[in-house]
């Protein structure tokens, strides 16, 4: 199993010093990947899930390519609406570029309206407009004269470099959980990437994930499945919580870890400072010090 980190570059403690610190100590524990995550303008009712200050996370990622030499660096998830898709495929082929060929391209369609309505982008056609966008990026990445006419974006007749490193195109991971987001993945993902299931819930959402990809003409058993969850470890060796797989003692942990693996997860990418009530007086210090315990943990899987 893999596993991932995401950048506190938003909630509690974003900053500059704590983006660096968490990036460099996650190469440094050899750690499979860290992420950015995407918000814009975050709605009032919002703030106090998401904090007040919220990092670009395309900028960030820009800076973790200058900052670190080795960890791939990913988007969980980049909101497909937001931007516009060939300015959004220029940006992450030049950080493919910058990088040397180690960005990841999760991506998703969103789901606050209220953000939706703030940037200007019908939030009923979040579904559609993200279908062309990818079709958008995959033709822009791969061909030498692109070109695309679809209901939302026309063009042709243009030069678009560089490329990405990474052939045919970087890797792209569809995130979310709903029939939707599973059919998306099925069709354009390299991994599907869900959030915030249990074990159990892993093991049924990851079977009709492949009942849906077969149905596709994908053989499913050659996407992965990538989770984000949120991970706190407890020092204490107290009974299991139950209400959070990866919330509790490290026996617990280890169990649901698993769990997951049994239930068809490859990859976990954690929130260790998000998410959950418990994290909330999580800080730079101790987030670095879960890091330290769970690169133990993870090298005796």
């Not at 750690?31 to 900028?59: N, Q």
């Not at 915030?196 to 892993?202: G, I, Q, R, V």
């Not at 490290?250 to 998410?275: C, M």
Request: net charge neutral; with cysteine.
């Amino acid at each position: 199993m893999k596993f991932g980190i995401t950048i506190p570059h938003y909630h509690q403690f974003p900053s500059k010093k704590a983006i660096t610190r968490v990036a460099q100590k996650a190469e440094e524990l050899n750690y499979d990947s860290i992420w950015v995550t995407d918000h814009i303008g975050i709605p009032k009712p919002y703030v106090a899930r998401f904090g007040e200050v919220f990092y670009e996370p395309l900028m960030v990622l820009s800076y973790l390519t200058a900052i670190t030499h080795q960890i791939p660096l990913g988007t969980s998830v980049i909101i497909l609406p937001y931007r516009n898709p060939l300015f959004l495929a220029k940006t992450l082929a030049t950080a493919d570029q910058l990088s040397d060929g180690r960005i990841i391209c999760g991506f998703g369609v969103g789901w606050c309206k209220e953000e939706f309505d703030a940037l200007g982008v019908p939030f009923e056609k979040r579904g559609s407009l993200s279908n062309e966008s990818l079709q958008i990026l995959k033709e822009i990445w791969t061909s030498e004269d692109p070109k695309f006419q679809g209901k939302y974006f026309q063009f042709s007749d243009i030069k678009f470099l560089p490329k990405p490193v990474q052939k045919p195109h970087p890797p792209i991971w569809i995130g979310g959980k709903s029939e939707g987001a599973l059919r998306r993945a099925a069709e354009f993902g390299d991994v599907w990437h869900p959030t915030f299931l249990t074990p159990s819930e892993a093991k049924q959402m990851v079977q009709q994930f492949r009942e849906i990809a077969a149905k596709k003409g994908r053989d499913a058993e050659k996407i992965p499945v990538a989770l984000r969850a949120q991970l706190q470890i407890h020092r204490k060796p107290e009974p299991h919580s139950g209400k959070y797989p990866l919330v509790g003692p490290t026996s617990q942990i280890i169990e649901n870890l698993h769990k997951y693996r049994e239930a068809g997860i490859s990859y976990l990418v954690l929130d260790l400072f998000y998410g959950v009530p418990e994290l909330i007086s999580e800080t730079l210090d101790s987030m670095l010090a879960t890091m330290e315990q769970l690169a133990e943990i993870k090298n005796h899987l």
